[in-house]
């Protein structure tokens, strides 16, 4: 059986000099040489530069000096964000031979902490889907059951981290990217609170929702990692200056006594049978665990979805907008200046992206404005005093992360409307702004992961994180 | 029905996207069932509600005051004229826009 490998674990072995940083990076490219021809979870790999990250591990180690706090990890990055001098496409045949000139501050951050990065992940294209099936380089496979997807639209990095192809990975969560997949290919995901991560480098997608997270073998990892990337950057004016607490500390302390919120509206209409029990599971142990349970009542749920698709459109219809064919990228030419770009968009996007993009400009273009996105963004205010609301009452919410686990391949690409509302559990919290996580809750059949998910209030991070590592640590994965 | 082919091939066009018959009609019937859905935010009243245009409170935002505005390096140029289809340093070429 292939070792598991943690951040903790690789740091011990490091230390005892049982392995080094190059010896595990070579281990983690053989395991992506074996199955990755199979999940298509890796689009580029980038040995070069984890070599030399890693000999630069292997020297510290050598010298005996004290190791940053993520020496030699092997850590995958969605190829949303960009890395400087390496293959950057977005999963789109538009971005296909480009190559960034600069690092994404999260990818600085983690390799100034020791971190090795293996190579870029799939998922959708400009991280638009829920399934990873609208890359323009072929689906990833769910590790746990290849006939299924891996979620989306961090699939990539989800199937990594799951297949032990990755420590850690980055993935991008907009209305759910990092949760949902988390959740099929059961490891913990999460995503930060709006402004906790800088997005310096991450190629937009929808600037009011957008954020960069870790997925991890463990919640210790996650916290770490979410530790290493967070905290203001000059580079991006919407990331906070909001201290970052020491979250593997946070996440010991006890969670007895501590408000969790159910709320009832996560558990109606089209929720599949086999999750529902096991989030009855997830949540008894939350009362095992001496934690108060306390049902609250979140009225605008429903109205999420179509919030979210307002919202997310409109703003992805105005950053795609740059892709036209004259600085980077694809160039279809025509015979004028317009006829380049039409043509090049026209080719160069995949079918759910122009979709979004021809829904975004309808619904901000003149006539339509105030029926469509200014009504979505007064709807968006009071799903956001929902979660205030609930938070005055609880300390955390625990829902699904998603109604069903991991489907098949093909099963929902042909109705797009059907697949967005399979995000309705992650979209509220995408809108609000607040952090969540989504942990392992059982397995269906003991064969399909399903994911519990836990809001947390803004910049509750820790509150989130210690729930989960107590949920984890307690069995949660196997109710 | 709330999306004709018209206003398909007006967002196109607005858009500068290049669609196929096929993708038209495709788009018309998705689009036209996807704001079908997001009707049902009319059974909310929000006369009174303020739009959140911004997700960050006052007391969250890092730059309450603005930075300050300085000249900082930036030697990027050639690297970035390397991702372009058609360079000609220092500039990007498009084709011909304005007639003599």
């Known amino acids: 059986m292939t070792t598991i490998w943690t951040i903790d ?39 070069e530069r984890a070599y030399a990250q890693a000999d630069r591990v292997d020297v510290m180690v050598a010298a005996g000096k004290p190791l940053p706090p993520l020496a030699g990890v092997p850590i995958a990055i969605k190829d949303v964000i960009s890395t400087r001098g390496i293959k950057t496409t977005c999963g789109s045949k538009i971005l296909e031979k480009y190559v960034p000139p600069y690092d994404a501050t999260a990818v600085e951050r983690l390799e100034k902490a020791g971190a090795v990065i293996l190579g870029k992940t799939n998922c959708d294209e400009f991280a638009m889907g829920s399934s990873n099936e609208n890359s323009a380089y072929g689906p990833v496979r769910n590790p746990e059951a290849t006939d299924r997807v891996p979620g989306g639209s961090s699939g990539g990095s989800a199937a990594a981290v799951a297949a032990g192809l990755a420590v850690a990975a980055l993935g991008t969560d907009t209305g759910g990217s990092i949760r949902q997949p988390g959740a099929f290919c059961g490891v913990p995901a999460m995503m930060g609170s709006y402004g906790r991560v800088s997005r310096y480098g991450l190629i937009a997608f929808a600037s009011s929702l957008d954020r960069i997270g870790p997925f991890a073998r463990n919640v210790k990892d996650v916290a770490k990692v979410l530790q290493i990337i967070s905290g203001r950057d000059p580079n991006d004016s919407t990331s906070t200056t909001a201290p970052v607490p020491d979250y593997r500390a946070e996440i010991e302390k006890p969670v007895k006594g501590l408000r969790i919120g159910i709320p009832k509206e996560y558990f109606g209409e089209g929720i599949d049978e086999g999750v529902r029990k096991k989030m009855e599971g997830g949540i008894g142990l939350f009362k095992k665990l001496g934690c108060e349970l306390l049902d609250i009542h979140m009225p605008h749920t429903d109205y999420a979805i179509a919030t979210y698709y307002i919202i997310a459109t409109a703003e992805a219809s105005s950053n795609l907008a740059r892709y036209d064919g004259v600085r980077y990228g694809l160039r279809v030419e025509g015979d004028s200046l317009l006829s380049m770009y039409r043509k ?35 709807v968006r205010a009071l799903i956001a ?86 949920f984890e640590r307690a069995g949660g994965a196997d109710v | 029905m709330k999306i004709n082919r018209e206003d398909v091939l007006r967002v196109a066009e607005l858009a500068y996207l290049d669609l196929s018959e096929a993708e038209l009609e495709t788009y018309r019937k998705q689009l036209d069932d996807i704001l079908e859905y997001a009707g049902k935010l009319n059974e909310l009243d929000t006369t009174s509600v303020e739009p959140m245009a911004q997700v960050l409170t006052d007391d969250q935002t890092a730059d309450a005051t603005l930075r300050e505005d300085l000249v900082v390096p930036c030697a990027v140029a050639d690297d970035i004229l390397e991702q372009a289809p058609d360079p000609e340093p220092p500039y990007f070429r498009v084709p011909k826009i304005i007639e003599r």
């Open chain 1, 9 to 47: 674990g690789v740091r011990e072995a490091l230390a005892a000099k049982k392995v080094s940083a190059r010896e595990l990076a070579g281990e983690f490219y053989k395991r992506i040489e074996a199955r990755n021809p199979e999940l298509n979870a890796y689009l580029t790999l980038s040995r």
């Open chain 1, 385 to 470: 005093k929902d979660f205030r609301d609930a938070f005055t009452k609880v300390d955390a919410i625990v829902t699904p992360t998603s109604p069903v686990p991991a489907f098949r391949l093909g099963e929902r690409t042909s109705d797009p409307l059907q697949m967005y509302l399979a995000d309705i559990y992650t979209v509220t919290g995408s809108l609000a702004g607040v952090p969540g996580i989504s942990v392992p809750c059982g397995k269906i059949c003991g064969k399909l992961p399903v994911g519990l998910q836990i809001f947390g209030p803004a910049f509750g991070e820790a509150r989130v994180l210690q729930l989960a590592h107590a």
């Open chain 1, 344 to 378: 090049t968009r026209g080719a160069g996007f995949g079918a759910e992206v122009k979709r979004r993009i021809m829904l975004g400009t309808y619904v901000l273009s003149a006539g339509y404005y105030d029926a469509y996105y200014l009504k979505g963004q007064k």
